[in-house]
């Protein structure tokens, strides 16, 4: 049924060229139901229900992917489906990348991998992410500032299973791109995740040294230390 009616959409349609019948699409397809699909403006970006067709190459298998458009983006949830009708992929898009729950199949239908990604906003270069429990994902342990880097990234937990038994087989827990440890750390920590001030005050300065001391320690940078005798004789 499922491949039929990726069929019926990619191989039965009609593909138009002119923009007389709806004026403001430059192409699109018809579908036998009048749907119409593959939809390109006027400005030649990708918009509304697409259908494509991938065919096999250099053995990699071939498939049909659906979802919905936006100014040429993916955007919401994409299907995909091997060319003999069977679902590998569920996939979800916000700003023409991976953002949230992406699930994976066998051809048999059983479930290979559950993946969890977080989009990047392109109009932002910084961000405030909650830090969730591992053991308690309803539970925010803290919020942290990170610099957005790339299009999308690794984010919450990501579940390997069985495909035959459908058992857990692993289990990793990212943080923007992150490996966390089993206790929530990040694997490796660095400049990019700095803890979010949430009261407003500025950490206070570093005290100065009165610039007597700074020019002692200047002159007497390359001398070596003399040890001061307290008059001990050591008996």
Same mark, same amino acid.
């Given at each position: 049924m499922i491949r039929a009616s990726i069929s019926a959409l990619v191989i039965l349609s009609l593909i138009f060229s002119s923009p007389a019948a709806f004026g403001q699409w430059k192409s699109f397809s018809l579908s036998p139901r009048g749907d119409t699909l593959n939809r390109i403006d006027q400005q030649g970006l990708k918009q509304g229900p697409w259908v494509h067709q991938m065919p096999e190459l250099r053995g990699e298998q071939g498939y049909d992917e659906q979802g919905y458009y936006i100014n040429d983006k993916k955007d919401g949830l994409w299907k995909k489906f091997s060319l003999m009708g069977d679902k590998i992929a569920e996939e979800n898009y916000r700003w023409g990348s991976l953002d949230g729950k992406a699930r994976y199949y066998n051809r048999t239908g059983g479930l290979i991998r559950q993946e969890s990604w977080r989009a990047v906003d392109p109009e932002k270069t910084m961000d405030t992410v909650d830090v969730l429990d591992i053991k308690d994902p309803s539970k925010v342990i803290e919020t942290v500032v990170v610099k957005l880097e790339g299009q !999308?990234?690794?984010?919450?937990?990501? !579940?390997?299973?069985?495909?035959?038994?459908?058992?857990?087989?692993?289990?990793?827990?990212?943080?923007m791109d992150k490996l966390r440890n089993e206790?929530?750390?990040?694997?490796?920590?660095?400049?990019?995740?700095?803890?979010?001030?949430? !009261?407003? $005050?500025?950490?206070?300065?570093?005290?100065k040294?009165?610039?007597?001391?700074?020019?002692?320690? $200047?002159?007497?940078?390359? $001398?070596?230390?003399?040890?001061s005798r307290d008059g001990n004789t050591g008996l």
């Open positions: !999308t990234m690794k984010h919450g937990q990501w !579940t390997y299973y069985d495909p035959e038994w459908g058992n857990i087989d692993h289990i990793e827990n990212y943080f206790d929530g750390a990040l694997a490796s920590e660095d400049d990019d995740l700095k803890p979010l001030d949430v !009261t407003g $005050k500025k950490a206070p300065a570093e005290k040294k009165p610039q007597a001391i700074l020019d002692y320690e $200047k002159k007497n940078s390359g $001398k070596k230390k003399i040890k």
